[in-house]
């Protein structure tokens, strides 16, 4: 019996099965959790279907984060498969490519900076609002994937690097906000991981051969260890851990000189 049995989560941001999203919802499948999915546009739709099926479910939701009505259709129908809610997993972000790209103040736009925001930072407490009810005092759990460009300036980040950081402080308002009513609300800071995503950031594989190059751990991590992490997080044995963020970055955060 693994320590996920009986919990019931919500899996957003899988696109393919080098996703982080995905690596989450095959240790948590793995530890006994039931999983539900989300895909965003039909060109998605059969893709996380079969992915959704390899971990015995059936439940796929179509969202796109940008709706209101849309968020509150997803749960809605949500409700029609499940009772209650222990967990959300919330791996999505965007900003425009153009702003992925060259020196932050010359590529940045009042638009492209309010995309990357609601789509990477408050869809979080959108879903989190949405998911409320079906998640009271049932001691479950948020967890949301961020990155170091939070707190660090790296090139190229850009845009993405404010949206994350403004994501972290969601960790922290929601934990405050929705802890009295047990539920937890933390954030895992992923290393860079070749992703769908992470392929729009420019010169992405000089970020990649650095960590390998100077990580204490010498290697770059894996979706199965930030995967692992997030099923940790969202199990009982870390109940006593909220508003907190996670470094899975084979030790990067740690070091003084980039």
Known sequence: MGFM?????????VASNRSIAWGAAQAMRREGAELAFTYQGEKLQGRVTDLAASCDSNIVLPLDVSSDEQINVCFDSLAEHWDGLD??????????????????????????????????SYSFAALAKAGRDMMRGLNGALIAMSYLGAVRAVPNYNVMGVAKASLEANVRYLAAALGPEGTRVNAISAGPIRTLAAAGIADFRSMLKQVEERTPLRRNVTIDEVGNAAAFLCSDLASGITGDIT????????????
Do not use: W
Request: no cysteine; charged share 20%; net charge negative.
């Open 247 to 258: 470094y899975v970055d084979t030790g990067y955060h740690i070091l003084g000189l980039g």
């Open 5 to 13: 049995t009986n919990k019931r989560i919500l899996i957003t941001g």
């Open 87 to 120: 967990g959300i997993v919330h791996s999505i972000a965007f900003a425009p490519k153009e702003e992925l790209e060259g020196n932050y103040v010359d590529v940045l736009t009042r638009e492209g900076s309010r995309v990357a925001h609601d789509i990477s």
